[in-house]
Nanobody, 127 residues
Framework: QVQLVESGGGLVQAGGSLRLSCAAS????????MGWFRQAPGKEREFVAA????????YNADSVRGRFTSSRDNAKNTVYLQMHSLKPEDTAVYYC????????????????????WGQGTQVTVSS
């Protein structure tokens, strides 16, 4: 079992930056595929970024590509989402998620493809 705790959310003005952290506990953290999702009130949970189960490769949603960067620090059992050029439409609760094997693809972009979820951290971007 994997436990995930997000942090780093807050209030930021449009154009600003935030870095979200997701601290994980559990066995073989480096072998889990990881993902970032976000959800605004009344909206469907939306894919943001994914990290492969092996190596450091990442994949971003079109809506954040070029602005957000995800990364993994296995030594700290933590994944990050560095967000730049934030827009009001980025306002949402951000969640990290973990998926165990088996792995059929390099990345997973659907919420139901993940096994474990954090409680989320609120990101609010003001204009």
């Amino acid at each position: 079992q994997v436990q995930l705790v997000e942090s780093g959310g807050g209030l930021v003005q449009a154009g600003g930056s935030l870095r979200l952290s997701c601290a994980a506990s559990g066995r073989t953290f480096s072998r889990y595929a990881m993902g970032w999702f976000r959800q605004a009130p009344g909206k469907e949970r939306e894919f943001v970024a994914a990290l492969s189960y092996s190596g450091d490769s990442t994949y971003n949603a079109d809506s954040v590509r070029g602005r957000f960067t995800s990364s993994r620090d296995n030594a700290k059992n933590t994944v990050y989402l560095q967000m730049h050029s934030l827009k009001p439409e980025d306002t949402a609760v951000y969640y990290c998620a973990a998926r165990g094997g088996p792995y059929y693809h390099t990345y997973y972009t659907r919420p139901n493809e993940y096994d474990y979820w954090g409680q989320g951290t609120q990101v609010t971007v003001s204009s």
